[in-house]
């Protein structure tokens, strides 16, 4: 019989955490990646690859919650970890990489999130190809950054190809090719109908709380949210963003 330490029963534990977040259960779910982190640190240390993999997941799970602080000295660490162990193109290096650029850009970091999606998209476009599922969810990330950044062209330019491919790859009515179709209209309508300068200035000048008080009652925004938010913690690379506070 299998005790609460042995790794079978940590990894039931850390997917029935990513379950509850997945069912919007963020809490239950961050408590249960927790509990497997500890476990996993005391019986394999930082550096095994199913420890770094959960200290990823519980990144992502600070980050759903809000917990910006938290995910993003987390998230710091994570990356030269993987580095180190398993190297600069190992899935969990680029995962790692993508979750901090969210984090980054949640917290009002636009240019340090914008790097990182883009060193994260070349290393994917390089290891698995341009057109694999990974890579295109790192692109629709990179086109976030370039939306809240307001550099619509770029970010059309992106991600008009992107959405081809997942509904070519992953079908027009899945989930994240709908959400990816819905931010490449909302693009669009942005360079058909620009905001006035005076809107734009306002928006610039505003808190990075003030910001994400807007967000939650601006469509759009809620939408660009969204597009982030992980599903599958374990697999994907898709990075999140919910709401969040200041450090």
């Not at 698995?128 to 809240?148: C, E, M």
């Not at 693009?187 to 967000?215: G, K, R, Y």
């Amino acid at each position: 019989m299998r005790g609460e330490d042995h790794p079978v029963t940590m990894d039931a534990m850390e997917s029935l955490g990513n379950t509850y977040s997945m069912q919007g259960r963020l809490t239950e779910g961050k408590e249960l990646v927790e509990k497997s982190l500890v476990m996993k640190r005391k019986l394999f240390g930082d550096r095994h690859n199913s420890t770094l993999n959960t200290m990823i997941n519980l990144g992502q799970s600070y980050h759903n919650l809000g917990m910006l602080c938290e995910a993003v000295e987390l998230q710091q660490k994570t990356p030269n970890l993987i580095l180190e162990t398993l190297g600069s193109d190992h899935p969990y290096t680029l995962r790692a990489m993508v979750w901090l650029g969210n984090s980054y850009g949640s917290q009002g970091r636009y240019d340090e999130s914008m790097n990182l999606h883009k060193a994260a998209l070349a290393a994917s476009a390089r290891v698995l190809g341009d057109q694999h599922p990974n890579t295109l969810d790192i692109i629709v990330n990179l086109a976030v950054s370039y939306y809240r950044q307001r550099q619509f062209n770029d970010a059309l330019q992106l991600l008009e190809p992107a959405v081809m491919e997942l509904k070519a790859k992953r079908g027009e009515r899945n989930p994240r090719t709908l959400q990816a179709q819905n931010l490449l209209d909302v693009i669009q309508q942005e360079l058909q109908n620009p905001a006035p300068q005076s809107e734009v200035n306002q928006t610039s000048n505003l808190t990075h709380d003030a910001t994400v008080q807007q967000s939650q009652n601006d469509p759009k925004e809620t939408l660009v949210d969204a597009l982030s938010l992980h599903t599958e913690p374990n697999t994907e690379f898709i990075a999140g963003c919910t709401k969040s506070r200041a450090c």
